[in-house]
Structures are given as C-alpha cells and as structure tokens.
C-alpha cells in the first residue's frame, strides 16, 4: 500500500505538503488538498489510514428516501444502523445526498477527507455517479438493494425478495386463488427483477398459469396502479401482489372506485409493511421488510467488512401479515362492467 | 413462551422435577430427563432458556469434513469459527457427527440439554434426519452449504456460487477459450446446482455456446474425472472447469495419462483453494473460498441471529487463483487418438 512518500514522489510535492492535505491543515489550498486526497485514494492509501482503530466514524448516505419522521420509510433503516454501531461505539453521521453532489464530490474521497472507515448507502438509484465509482472503490461500503460484482469491499444487503413474494402467492392459492396478478415496480431495478422471477417461479411451483396480461412493471408509487388495474381486471384477477405497499393503495382506490370491493371482490397484498400499512381501508396485508433489522445487519456487514470478511451478499428474511385486504376466492363469478371492457 | 410450569401442568409432574430434568439433576432417570426436555422443545421453552446472557456456550457440529490438521478443508473453517467466538468472549464445542447420531438424539434437545444458545453445521447432506428437523427448530442455526426455507432461525452461509463460476469462465475466455467443459460435483446438492446455473449463464452471456456433451454432474471426488473426461476431450474440449479441487486432481492425472498436457493442450481450473492445490502438477488455477472467512462469518450470522436479527442467507466472495493449470487456447489443432473416440 502506498505511504505518505509515495504520494509526495508521485506529486513532486513535500512529504509535510501531503501530510498537510491529508489531515485537512489550514495553510494549503483547498485545490492542493483535493489533488493530494484524490492522488491518495488512487493509490490505495485510504485504506490503510481509515482503519486506524482510534477512527471510529460510519457514514450513512441517504437518497431518495424519507427518514427524519417515525412513519417514513427510512426511519427504522437509520435508528437500526445507529443503535448497533453506538453499542460498538461508533460514531454515525448521517448524510442525505443528491445526484448534483455525486458529480461534485468523489465518494473515496469524500470518505477519506472526513475520515469515515466506511459506509452504508440507502435509496441510490442504478443510474447514481457514485454507482459507478462503487466498482472500484477500496472503501468498505454496504450497499442497500443493490449488487455490485466482483468487488469484495462491497456487500449487498435486503430482503430476500424470492421468499418474500412465494410467501404471497403461496398466501393466496391457499385462500383458493389462482387468477394472481403481479404490479411490479420499476423495470429497471434489481429488485424488480428479482421479484419478476420469484412471482413466475413461485406460480410455476403450484402449477398456475403465468398469463401475461396479469404482469406488468409500472413504477414505486400509488399512480402506478390506474394504468395497470383496469387491465387487470378484465382479465379476470381475483388477486393481485403489488411491488410495494404504496401501489397497494393505489390498487385499492382503483377497485373501489371501479366498484370492485377489497377484499371481498379481490384480494390484494403489498410489500415492505410500511407504518401506514395497518391504517389503510382495509388494512394491508403486506410482505414485511423489518427496517430495523435491515439497518442492524447493515452495521454488522459493514464491520466484517472493515474486518476483512468480504461479504458479497446479506439477505434478511421476509415475513407475511396477514390483515384484511386479503380473503378467500369468492365463488360467485364476477360481473364484468361495460367501462372495463 | 412456555414456563417451567406448563411444561410440569402438560406432563402431570412437579415443576421441581421439571427443574430437575431441565438441569440435568442426578436424581431423576435419563428416561424422565429426555421427556422433560423434549416437551420443553416443543414447548418453545428452548430458546427463552439458552438465550440467557451468562451461557455463551455455542456449538460447531461437523459432518463428512476433516479439519482437524492444518491440510484438511475444514481446519480453517473451525478456526475462523471459534477466533471469532472467542473474541467475543463466547466459548465454542466441536463436535463431529453420524447419521446414527442424528437418529438417536433430536437436534433441539441436543443443543437444549447442553446448554448451547446456537449452532454451526458443516458438511451435512441434505437426506440428514437433522436438515429435516431444521425446518423447525427454535435453536439459532447456521448452516453451511445449505438452505432451509421459511425458518427465521436458520441461516444460510456460503461463498458466492454464481460469481465464483462467473470468474472462472470469463478467466478462460479471456485466454481465448470457447469450448469449455463442466465438470460439476453431486446432482442432488444446492451448491452444484447453482454452479451449474451460474456456468449456463456465464457462457450465454459472453456469447458462447453451451453443449450438452461438455457439461456433466459427477461427484466431489478424484475419480469422478475417469468417466466423463475421455467424452469431453473427444468433443473438442480446450478447457476444463471442476467442481472442486478434488476432481481438479482427477482431471488433470486423466488428461496427462491420455497424452494430453495441462495446461498447453488442455486447461483446467479448480474450486476451493484447497491447501494441496499449489502443490499439484501443474500447481492449480482455482477459484478460492476462504474458509477463515466462511467460519469467521459463520459466527457473525450466529451472532445476529441470537440477537434477533433475521438473515437468511450470507455469501462470501470468491477469488481467482491464478497458477498453471490454465494458459492461452492452442493454436494448433488437436489430435484426437483414436482410443478416445
């Protein structure tokens, strides 16, 4: 691993020069200490300097996701993180992030300069600068819902989505379904996909049929469901798993107001369990995410990691609740109306 | 949860004989003792008992896998385990395991009668009277190699399948490879299985063609390779991907007694990084599990499953060994002897 003289030598600068940036001094400009950071990052030196053992700070970056209140989706997320690392005394900093300051800030970098030993990030999208930088960073960095191959300083961590949506349609054939029908979320997503699978294999296993006009992608938000359930409908669905719990409302406004009754017409699930989950007309039964165990397992990864057990992938067991907006098939056939058609 | 005096109102006995059974006193039969104690499993009496802060005591039981010299596949795996262990201040038992044993005392009981708050399993096969009582147990479990479905207290570890595979065929391909052969280990075993996946998958993706009279199931043993060598290298093989190191070994003694050197004729890559692999002729190109990590993890995963968190699944990162079994395909083309065809 580089030293502080290797970055000198590389930079044509002195050793004090390059300590001076490194450690953040006053009397060297901010363009200097940029180069000097960035050059150390290059060649490997964050690593070794980040792990001091006297360095306990953790990062959390946050995207695309609530969490300052206790009904929004990332609150559990960063209490689970923060309560596991405070007991092994680490110090969090939480830091919600854009894309903007993705293209200014470089992530190795930005890690390095604030002395942080490592990193979980929540809500970043496929598409994120930092996404990209993640291939190769040498930081130990725990990523939620995504996976980044081949490098072993970054761990994926979620719910297993396979056992997670059997455990729907297993729910529902057992109530005597077998018109399911699937309202992913956004296509290009590892999740996403990752559902798509488990749905059709998880049908496949109990012998229903896949039809095609019961499956569609739409994206992570209630609006989702007006352009799909009408379909859904007139093809005959008794039930339908939605991607996530939002566009499990959006599907329950849509029957309702199509004169369809949940769940007595049709049955629907969500997924995550979100906190206004139970509130809902009628309550959701929905595939439960425990957000706080999302973020404890987040900070037991990330320190392997800092340990040098390079985890690849850790998955988090889903689990089924059961409220009232699913029941039994109805055995009275449905009448189809006119406006459906 | 079950008390102490449910399980003494169920049997129609004293709590005090109960207590007695559940401590292992000398004053009641073995025959009593053994009642108690599986009425208190079935009870869910178990886990309230040996989660208990005072009682570290965790248990490795290991199955059809040495490990008791530095050579064998298991020794780092135990050793990781109980570093890990003992770190944290937990006390660790190794103890080896038959299928008569498995009859003989039930899995939960076993561990409750002992006083263990957790367990690691290594190398037990899926038709195991145990794998059949773990769908149940109340016990936190960590199972290597091996996934139970649904059961939120049994865990999954094991080092990434599909990258592992992923590494291999892109390594020969990047040394102009395209007929490469697959040698896997044993039909009825996950992990094969999802290396059998992960081979079909790595080849599509870079285009190359997946022929049925190159690929083949054998077992995880040496001599696998005489059966379904001969038939690779009469259908044009250049290279060969195996199972594990074992049938690595095979492979490469059948290639060289037929006249065909490793690696100028025919390449060959391993599975493992068994310590003998550096030491075979040609030294093996492999793909590494780090089993100190697998055992350090193992105890990570245990850990957070005693402390209520869910994980259902951890994989390790693989590696590429590159040594030389494996080099650039041959330009010339081969001569296929005729005791091959």
């Avoid at 060649?43 to 969490?67: A, H, V």
């Avoid at 009408?230 to 339908?240: D, H, M, N, R, V």
């Avoid at 165990?293 to 609740?321: C, D, F, W």
Wanted: proline share 4%.
């Amino acid at each position: 691993m580089a030293t502080i003289k290797d970055i000198a030598t590389r930079l044509g600068i002195s050793v004090s020069t390059v300590s001076k940036g490194l450690n953040g001094a006053s009397d060297i400009s901010e363009e200097l200490r940029q180069v000097v950071l960035d050059t150390a990052v290059e060649m490997g030196y964050s690593t070794k300097r980040s792990r001091k053992e006297e360095n306990r700070k953790l990062c959390l970056f946050i995207e695309n996701m609530n969490y300052e209140k206790i009904d929004e989706f990332g609150y559990d997320i960063v209490l689970g993180f923060k309560q596991n690392a405070f007991r092994h005394k680490w110090d969090v900093t939480v830091v919600p992030v854009t894309p903007a300051f993705q293209m200014e800030e470089k992530y190795d970098t930005y890690l390095l300069k604030n002395g942080y030993c490592g990193a979980f990030l929540c809500g970043f999208a496929l598409h994120d600068e930092w996404m990209k930088q993640l291939q190769h960073t040498t930081m130990p960095t725990v990523l939620l819902d995504n996976f980044i191959a081949n490098n072993p300083n970054v761990c994926y961590i979620g719910t297993d989505s396979y056992e997670g949506i059997a455990m729907a349609v297993n729910h529902l054939y057992t109530l005597g379904h077998k018109n399911i029908a699937f309202l992913n979320g956004s296509l290009h997503s590892m999740v996403s996909e990752q559902r798509q699978e488990a749905f059709e294999t998880s049908m496949a296993s109990l012998g229903l049929e896949i039809q095609q006009d019961l499956m569609a992608y739409g994206y992570y938000v209630a609006d989702s469901a007006q352009y799909h359930v009408p379909g859904f409908l007139s093809a005959g669905a008794t039930a339908i798993i939605c991607g996530n719990d939002l566009i499990a409302s959006g599907v329950i406004s849509e029957c309702t107001q199509r004169g369809f009754r949940v769940p007595e017409d049709i049955s629907v699930i969500g997924f995550d369990d979100i906190p206004l989950a139970p509130a809902m007309t009628p309550p959701l039964t929905t595939i439960r995410q425990d957000r706080n165990e999302l973020g404890k397992g987040a900070y037991v990864v990330l320190n392997s990691l800092i340990h040098h057990i390079s985890i690849s992938k850790m998955l988090l067991r889903p689990q089924l609740i059961e409220r009232e907006s699913t029941t039994r098939v109805s055995k009275e056939p449905r009448i189809i109306k006119d406006d459906l058609k």
